[in-house]
C-alpha cells in the first residue's frame, strides 16, 4: 500500500470523475483539476466565490461548481478550458444544484424550495418544476437515466411526479398514503420507487412505474420510524434502518420481511468474527520519569477514553445466508465507511490518522504516513477499486492498494 503527497482541500470537496481519469478538488474559490494517475494539475479554474458544491457531469466533460451563498453556478469544461457556463438564480436564491443523468441538464433548487429550475447547456432552453417537497431525498433519477421521480407538497398533501429526463414531459402525477415524505428512491432496475414517510411514523410505500401501489409496509406504530434506506444492486432486497437499532430485509416478490438483522451488545454466535481495534500504550522508562511530569508525559499516561459501542462498531452480515458475518469494533467513532466498487472491501474512517479496510479475507489497519494533524474524516473509491481519496479537514492524499492477497495478511 502506498500513498501520494498530501495537497490543499476545502470542505472535502473531492471527487474522482465517473471515467476514473481525473481527480477534481475546491480549495477555497479554485478548482483544480489532476489526472488520477500523475496527480499533476490538468486544468485550474478560478471561480467567482468559494466553492460549496461539486459535480461532474456522467461523462466526465464537465464539472459544476455551485456557491449557494450567491445563488450561482459554473460550469467548467475539460476539452475546452475557455469555455465557461454561469448560471445565476438571482433573488430566487439557491440551495441544491445537480447534474440530470446526461450530464446537459442543471437542475437548481430555489430557496424555500419553490421551484426547480431545468438549465439546457445545449439549448439554453429554461424549464421549471412547482413545488418540490423539501426532504431529506426529494429527487430521484432511474439508473438509465430515463425517469426523475420528485417529491411534491401541494395543498397540505404530498404526491410524485415523474418526467421524462430527454424533454422533461412529465410522465405520472399521483398522491401517496404519506402524512409528511422523507425520501424517495429508485430500484436499480428502475422498475419500482421506494417512498417512506416521516420518522413518526413508520411506513414505507412500493410504486410502480405507471404510479400503482404495490405495496405498504408498516413495522410497528407509536414510536419512532424509519432512519435510512437502501436498495440491494439487484433490486431483490430493500433493507431499512430503523429507529430501534433494527435493518429488516423485504423481498422484491412479496415485499414481506424476510430477515431482521439486530445489534445486540454481546455477540453470542462463535460462527460471527469480531474484530476489535487496540492500541499498545507508549513504554515509559520510570528512571527517566519526571514529577510532576511534563504536559507530553501526562497526555500519553492518561489519554484513554471511555465511548459507547455502538458508534464505534461496523456491522457486516451475510446476505447468502441471513445472518451476522462480521462486527468492527474500533476505538473512536465511526465517521464513514464505503463499499468498493469493485469487490467485497469495505474502506472505514474514524477522524485518526488511519484508515481501515475489511475484506472477507481479514482486516488491516494502515497508518497514513503525512506530517502533522492528517484526520481522516472521509474518503471515498475510484472506480476501479484500486484507489482510495482519503480527506481531511483541509488536506487530501491517495492511498493506493496493492492486491487483495498482498495487501490482508
Same mark, same amino acid.
Given at each position: 500500500?502506498?500513498?501520494? %503527497?498530501?495537497?490543499?482541500?476545502?470542505?472535502?470537496l473531492c471527487k474522482f470523475s465517473p471515467d476514473g481519469k481525473f481527480l477534481?478538488?475546491?480549495?477555497?474559490?479554485?478548482?483544480?483539476?489532476?489526472?488520477?494517475?500523475?496527480?499533476?494539475?490538468? +486544468?485550474?479554474?478560478?471561480?467567482?466565490?468559494?466553492?460549496?458544491?461539486?459535480?461532474?457531469?456522467?461523462?466526465?466533460?464537465?464539472?459544476?461548481?455551485?456557491?449557494?451563498?450567491?445563488?450561482?453556478?459554473?460550469?467548467?469544461?475539460?476539452?475546452?478550458?475557455?469555455?465557461?457556463?454561469?448560471?445565476?438564480?438571482?433573488?430566487?436564491?439557491?440551495?441544491?444544484?445537480?447534474?440530470?443523468?446526461?450530464?446537459?441538464?442543471?437542475?437548481?433548487?430555489?430557496?424555500?424550495?419553490?421551484?426547480?429550475?431545468?438549465?439546457?447547456?445545449?439549448?439554453?432552453?429554461?424549464?421549471?418544476?412547482?413545488?418540490?417537497?423539501?426532504?431529506?431525498?426529494?429527487?430521484?433519477?432511474?439508473?438509465?437515466?430515463?425517469?426523475?421521480?420528485?417529491?411534491?407538497?401541494?395543498?397540505?398533501?404530498?404526491?410524485?411526479?415523474?418526467?421524462?429526463?430527454?424533454?422533461?414531459?412529465?410522465?405520472?402525477?399521483?398522491?401517496?398514503?404519506?402524512?409528511?415524505?422523507?425520501?424517495?428512491?429508485?430500484?436499480?432496475?428502475?422498475?419500482?420507487?421506494?417512498?417512506?414517510?416521516?420518522?413518526?411514523?413508520?411506513?414505507?410505500?412500493?410504486?410502480?412505474?405507471?404510479?400503482?401501489?404495490?405495496?405498504?409496509?408498516?413495522?410497528?406504530?407509536?414510536?419512532?420510524?424509519i432512519k435510512s434506506v437502501s436498495w440491494s444492486p439487484s433490486s431483490q432486497?430493500?433493507?431499512?434502518?430503523?429507529?430501534?437499532?433494527?435493518?429488516?430485509?423485504?423481498?422484491?416478490?412479496?415485499?414481506?420481511?424476510?430477515?431482521?438483522?439486530?445489534?445486540?451488545?454481546?455477540?453470542?454466535?462463535?460462527?460471527?468474527?469480531?474484530?476489535?481495534?487496540?492500541?499498545?500504550?507508549?513504554?515509559? %522508562?520510570?528512571?527517566?520519569?519526571?514529577?510532576?511530569?511534563?504536559?507530553?508525559?501526562?497526555?500519553?499516561?492518561?489519554?484513554?477514553?471511555?465511548?459507547?459501542?455502538?458508534?464505534?462498531?461496523?456491522?457486516?452480515?451475510?446476505? +447468502?445466508?441471513?445472518?451476522?458475518?462480521?462486527?468492527? %469494533?474500533?476505538?473512536?467513532?465511526?465517521?464513514?465507511?464505503?463499499?468498493?466498487?469493485?469487490?467485497?472491501?469495505?474502506?472505514?474512517?474514524?477522524?485518526?490518522?488511519?484508515?481501515?479496510?475489511?475484506?472477507?479475507?481479514?482486516?488491516?489497519?494502515?497508518?497514513?504516513?503525512?506530517?502533522?494533524?492528517?484526520?481522516?474524516?472521509?474518503?471515498?473509491?475510484?472506480?476501479?477499486?484500486?484507489?482510495?481519496?482519503?480527506?481531511?479537514?483541509?488536506?487530501?492524499?491517495?492511498?493506493?492498494?496493492?492486491?487483495?492477497?498482498?495487501?490482508?495478511?
Amino acid at each position: 500500500m502506498n500513498f501520494s %503527497e498530501c495537497f490543499k482541500l476545502s470542505s472535502q470537496l473531492c471527487k474522482f470523475s465517473p471515467d476514473g481519469k481525473f481527480l477534481a478538488s475546491g480549495v477555497q474559490y479554485r478548482l483544480v483539476v489532476r489526472s488520477t494517475n500523475t496527480l499533476q494539475i490538468l +486544468q485550474l479554474f478560478t471561480c467567482l466565490d468559494q466553492i460549496q458544491h461539486i459535480e461532474w457531469s456522467s461523462d466526465s466533460l464537465f464539472i459544476l461548481c455551485a456557491m449557494y451563498k450567491r445563488g450561482i453556478v459554473q460550469v467548467w469544461s475539460l476539452e475546452q478550458p475557455d469555455w465557461h457556463c454561469k448560471v445565476d438564480e438571482g433573488s430566487a436564491g439557491l440551495v441544491a444544484s445537480c447534474w440530470s443523468p446526461d450530464g446537459r441538464h442543471i437542475l437548481n433548487t430555489t430557496e424555500f424550495h419553490l421551484r426547480i429550475t431545468v438549465w439546457s447547456l445545449c439549448t439554453k432552453s429554461v424549464s421549471y418544476i412547482k413545488y418540490p417537497k423539501a426532504c431529506q431525498q426529494g429527487i430521484a433519477f432511474t439508473k438509465d437515466g430515463r425517469y426523475m421521480a420528485l417529491a411534491e407538497r401541494r395543498d397540505c398533501k404530498d404526491y410524485i411526479s415523474l418526467f421524462v429526463c430527454s424533454d422533461w414531459q412529465l410522465l405520472r402525477h399521483f398522491d401517496t398514503e404519506t402524512q409528511d415524505i422523507a425520501g424517495i428512491e429508485w430500484a436499480p432496475n428502475g422498475c419500482v420507487l421506494a417512498v417512506w414517510d416521516t420518522c413518526l411514523e413508520y411506513k414505507i410505500l412500493l410504486y410502480s412505474l405507471d404510479g400503482r401501489l404495490l405495496s405498504t409496509y408498516r413495522a410497528y406504530e407509536w414510536s419512532l420510524g424509519i432512519k435510512s434506506v437502501s436498495w440491494s444492486p439487484s433490486s431483490q432486497f430493500l433493507a431499512i434502518g430503523s429507529y430501534d437499532e433494527k435493518v429488516r430485509i423485504l423481498n422484491h416478490v412479496t415485499w414481506k420481511k424476510i430477515a431482521d438483522f439486530e445489534h445486540p451488545v454481546t455477540v453470542a454466535s462463535p460462527k460471527t468474527v469480531v474484530y476489535k481495534e487496540t492500541e499498545k500504550s507508549p513504554a515509559v %522508562e520510570m528512571d527517566k520519569l519526571l514529577f510532576p511530569p511534563s504536559k507530553t508525559e501526562a497526555s500519553s499516561l492518561f489519554s484513554t477514553k471511555s465511548k459507547y459501542n455502538i458508534p464505534n462498531a461496523v456491522w457486516i452480515w451475510d446476505m +447468502q445466508q441471513m445472518k451476522l458475518f462480521v462486527v468492527l %469494533e474500533q476505538l473512536c467513532t465511526v465517521q464513514l465507511f464505503q463499499w468498493d466498487p469493485q469487490q467485497s472491501r469495505l474502506a472505514i474512517c474514524t477522524a485518526n490518522s488511519r484508515v481501515y479496510l475489511w475484506s472477507p479475507a481479514g482486516c488491516v489497519s494502515v497508518q497514513v504516513p503525512m506530517e502533522g494533524d492528517f484526520q481522516v474524516i472521509s474518503l471515498c473509491w475510484h472506480s476501479s477499486g484500486n484507489s482510495l481519496a482519503l480527506m481531511s479537514k483541509e488536506n487530501f492524499c491517495l492511498c493506493y492498494l496493492e492486491s487483495e492477497a498482498e495487501e490482508v495478511k
